[in-house]
């Protein structure tokens, strides 16, 4: 099979799928090793999780490798009616091809049954759902940091930090039972199996959009988005609305911004958000403390190379 550079000219757009599919497969290894191959033959550049219970990844490439990917994947039966989110931009949000095996293709920890899964909402209904102001619980099954930089209109979020500690914290929840419960993602892999736990725990009036938050967002721009979206790629965020303005703050000078980092100082490496001013005053650091102590590990590699004394960090 013919190679396509995974190089980008500067004037062709960069397309990015968002895909998942619950779905046996009984040789992750073989499948894997597989597809492996044919990505790095055609330049496609991703992140992939497969494992007995599906797949649930990411790739990006020209419009034409794009559309080789989607026929290649779509040929395979058990993904024939697979449903890609696509995005486009003008870098690739990744940086080489991985593919892992994993127990599961998103970690919650429980076993379910996706046959309980929650019934599924279209963005039609959703966008209605919203304009004649039903009664209903929004609710955010992604981590904080998440959804601190976008969610939709009234959601309610269970504070987490990895979806692993979604079933312990479901309690908050338990006032909620009787209500309809309407879950959201960003592509829809982690409601599916949220909306199954839930239903097998009593809570039985459970919905999760179909396809996500992204083509909710392309089918209905600037209507019950608000902000940006966290993406699990190098751009960390990217826009669903025009023109809208930050919902989160600087951490450090409280200003509206929505600009993720992780803290240079490799002891605290905290994903915090901060405007270039602040970013560059405190050298990517998420607080004052941690500024003066990158300071001194900065200093530090320059005193063990000169043979010099460490200074003591306090």
Known sequence: MKSISNL????????ILL??????????????????KFCMENGLL???????????G?????KEQIELYKKELTSDYRFFDIIFKEDIGKMHP????????????????????????????????????YKNKEDFVMLDARNYYEYKVGKFKNAIHLNLKTFREFPKKINQ???????????YCTGGVRCEKASAYLKENGFNNVYHIKDGIINFGKKYPNSYW???LFVFDKRLVTPINKGDEPI?????????CDLYMNCRNLKCDELFIACHECQHKFMHCCSKECFKEFSVQCDNKSRKKQGRALKVIN
């Open 46 to 56: 991703g992140r992939i999780l497969i494992g007995k219970e599906g797949i649930n």
């Open 19 to 36: 895909f998942y599919k619950y779905v046996e497969i009984k040789n992750p290894y073989s499948f894997s090793k597989k597809h492996l």
């Open 173 to 183: 929840l338990e006032n909620k039972k009787d209500k309809k419960i309407v879950m």
């Open 248 to 256: 989160s703050k600087c951490k450090l000078c409280g200003c509206p």
């Open 8 to 15: 980008n000219d500067k004037n062709e757009d960069i397309h």
């Open 58 to 62: 990411s790739v990006s490439g020209t």
């Open 226 to 228: 608000e902000g940006k």
């Open 94 to 129: 990744f940086t080489k091809m991985n593919i892992r095996i994993r127990d599961e293709i998103v970690a919650l920890g429980k076993k379910v049954n996706l046959v309980n899964k929650g019934e599924y909402i279209t963005p039609e209904k959703l966008y209605e759902m």
